[in-house]
């Protein structure tokens, strides 16, 4: 998110009395940098929603097979034994905390941002909040990712059992889930070093501006 828009306007009239900005012209900048912001979050919510809807389904379908007999009859498939009907539970109640974590918090967020004007400074508020709790939830970002990763992990295992595959192959996928996890872990961090707190300290200083 970059807010140099809002910087070359603020700058250019940085000798004119507070009467004399235009505030106008702020205003707009901000609006189209905070839905180019918002849209960004919007997609990694969907991102979230999307894979939480693929795991649930899966799991859930996997137990159904289960219970009725028809896992065992397909291919060289067997019956989950009962260690194996836990861990997809477990797994199952990991990705509904980490999915419901991610919508909950993204809706007492919106209540937290709701305003009855929209001007200028109503919408700088809204927008520092909005980038103080991007901040909050990517602080512990890895924390954040362990259940789902964890989730993915005991479901992977749960498969490749009942359908007689090597566990040795679970090797390589772990690793690959770690590096995933790593990497995942970094972007964010990189983003909030980068983007997120830059745009907050740039707002901050033009709301102090704005109340003087």
């Known amino acids: 998110m970059e807010f140099e828009d809002l910087k070359v306007i603020w700058d250019s009239q940085c000798d004119q009395p507070i009467y004399g900005i235009n505030e106008e012209g702020l205003h707009n900048s901000l609006r189209r940098k905070s839905k180019r912001f918002r ?3 919007f997609w990694q919510h969907f991102q979230t929603y999307c894979g939480g809807g693929i795991m649930f389904a899966a799991i859930v379908g996997l137990l159904i ?16 034994f009962g260690w194996e009907i836990a861990a997809s539970l477990v797994a199952l109640v990991c990705w509904l905390q980490f999915t419901l974590s991610v919508f909950l918090g993204h809706q007492r967020q919106k209540k937290r941002e709701q305003v009855e004007s929209t001007s200028l400074r109503d919408d ?9 709790y991007q901040i909050k939830t990517r602080s512990h970002i890895m924390l954040g990712f362990l259940p789902p990763y964890l989730g993915g992990v005991l479901f992977i295992t749960v498969v490749f059992g009942a359908t007689h595959i090597s566990y040795w192959v679970l090797v390589p996928f772990v690793v690959l889930m770690i590096i995933a996890l ?15 707190v830059p745009a907050l300290a740039e707002l901050e200083t033009l709301r102090e501006k704005l109340s003087h």
């Open 39 to 41: 849209r960004l979050i």
């Open 65 to 80: 097979l289960n219970a009725s007999g028809v896992l065992g009859e397909i291919g060289s498939s067997r019956a989950l």
């Open 182 to 196: 790593l990497f995942e872990s970094r972007c964010q961090q990189r983003m909030v070093e980068l983007k997120i």
């Open 124 to 132: 700088l508020d809204k927008e520092i909040k909005q980038i103080r």
